[in-house]
């Protein structure tokens, strides 16, 4: 008779769906990674190559949007006992410091890096071949995007597509949208 009954089974829903949240914002984390190491990117790049800054500043703060709209909200800080928000700066206000995981933009032939350190060491001394690897990291993180949205809830889904499409167009704008 249970059979042909609606049994709550509220606990099972409650766990899947707080499965289902964990899941999304796992997936959000690891997207908002990916965009945030495009950003270190695109700062190396600039740091290397600062007369490519008109070329690539307007493609390097829609990426640090990117980011902010990835990013999970965060709680308010609290201060002496009561919730205040806390002063946010932009992801577009200033380079990341932070190690990158991801692999670097390469080297250019007869680049011998000078003895350079930082993230400015990994980019190719041509501006071309920065920019081009540049173009790379655009679409692989477009393909990140497209790849995880296949896993994310309707929301975070539409999102992602958006953020796939604008890094495909970020792609195209450095290899073949701006006359060299």
């Known amino acids: 008779m249970t059979a042909c009954t609606d049994v709550d089974d509220g606990g099972s829903r409650g766990r899947a769906s707080a499965a289902a949240v964990r899941a999304a914002k796992t997936l959000r984390v690891k997207s908002a990674g990916a965009s945030r190491e495009l950003l270190r990117q695109y700062d190396a790049v600039l740091e290397r190559h600062p007369d490519q800054a008109t070329r690539l500043t307007p493609l390097r703060g829609a990426v640090a949007r ?15 006992g009561s919730a205040k928000p806390s002063p946010s700066r932009p992801a577009s206000s200033a380079p990341s410091t932070a190690p990158s995981s991801a692999p670097s933009l390469g080297t250019a032939a007869g680049d011998a890096g000078g003895g ?9 001394a041509d501006p071309g071949a ?6 790379a990291a655009e679409r692989r993180t477009s393909d990140a995007h497209a790849d995880a949205l296949v896993h994310a809830p309707p929301e975070l889904a539409r999102l992602l597509a958006s953020l796939a499409a604008s890094a495909a167009a970020h792609a195209y704008l450095l290899t073949e949208g701006f006359s060299s």
């Open 66 to 80: 990117h980011v902010t709209a990835l990013s999970p909200p965060r709680p308010p800080e609290k201060e002496n």
């Open 116 to 124: 350079a350190s930082g993230p400015a060491a990994s980019v190719p």
């Open 130 to 135: 920065a920019i081009k690897a540049l173009a």
